[in-house]
């Protein structure tokens, strides 16, 4: 119980100074980029290097500045299934885009938990980034969600995508570790350190060339029965 309360400590300690950080480097970059977009190089192959380059770093410290946030949390009672379809709402234009459908199967009933309503969301968008980054020649990606055992849910995320070779499922949520050219490498590890906080479970299943299957639990809230 010691070795995990310090392990808690330990990463919102990190999570502030990475916030502070990244608030710092956030104006030079902003600085950095409107001169750059102002003096171009004549070589285009520089200016897009340099770009995306700094869109790396962009990336990176919005990611930081989040992880800075779960400071001030408050919990509330919300419905799974209304975050659930509000993500996915969110998300659903960009998916066509890229022929990607989203299929819900929302069991029966309401799945009420204990939650940073906006935290969940952020788990939700990660993973679904993830599964639709993931997914360059379209696709389903199925989001199901139904009880589990007892007084828990599973939300689970299937997608038809490359797949994570299986040596690499025990690093997920390693901060800074992606296979991506433009990845950062800290979208599952902000989905991890959420999950924890609101006492949940996250697993991986994959199959290169078939897909992923990523296993989210959480504990619900228990009715209370009015007498
Ligand atoms: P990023 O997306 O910035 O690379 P993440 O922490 O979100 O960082 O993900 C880490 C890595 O896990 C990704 O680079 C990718 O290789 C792998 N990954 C995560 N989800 C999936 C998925 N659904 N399908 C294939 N690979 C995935
Ligand atoms: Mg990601």
Do not use: W
């Amino acid at each position: 119980a010691e070795e995990f309360l310090l392990q808690s400590e330990k990463l919102s300690i990190v999570g502030e100074l990475a916030a502070g950080v990244a608030h710092e480097i956030r104006n030079p970059l902003t600085t950095i980029k409107g001169f750059l977009q102002l003096y171009r190089s004549d070589n285009r192959q520089i200016n897009e290097l340099l770009l995306s380059e700094l869109e790396r770093i962009e990336n990176i410290t919005t990611e930081m500045l989040s992880l800075g946030k779960p400071q001030a949390i408050q919990m509330n009672t919300a419905d799974l299934k209304d975050i659930l379809e509000n993500t996915v709402e969110l998300l659903t234009p960009q998916a066509n885009m890229n022929g990607i459908q989203f299929i819900l199967v929302l069991a029966e009933g309401d799945f009420l938990i204990s939650c940073e309503k906006n935290q969940i969301k952020q788990v939700f968008l990660n993973i679904l980034k993830n599964a639709m980054e993931a997914m360059d020649k379209g696709g389903d990606i199925e989001i199901s969600l139904k009880n589990n055992k007892d007084g828990e849910c599973m939300v689970s995320f299937q997608d038809q995508g490359c797949g994570i070779p299986e040596e690499f499922l025990p690093r997920l949520g390693e901060p800074f570790y992606t296979l991506k050219e433009k990845g950062t490498g800290l979208g599952l590890m902000i989905c991890h350190k959420i999950i924890k906080q609101h006492h949940g479970s996250i697993i991986y299943k994959s199959k290169i060339g078939e897909g992923t299957l990523i296993e989210i639990t959480l504990p619900l809230l228990r009715k209370k029965t009015i007498k």
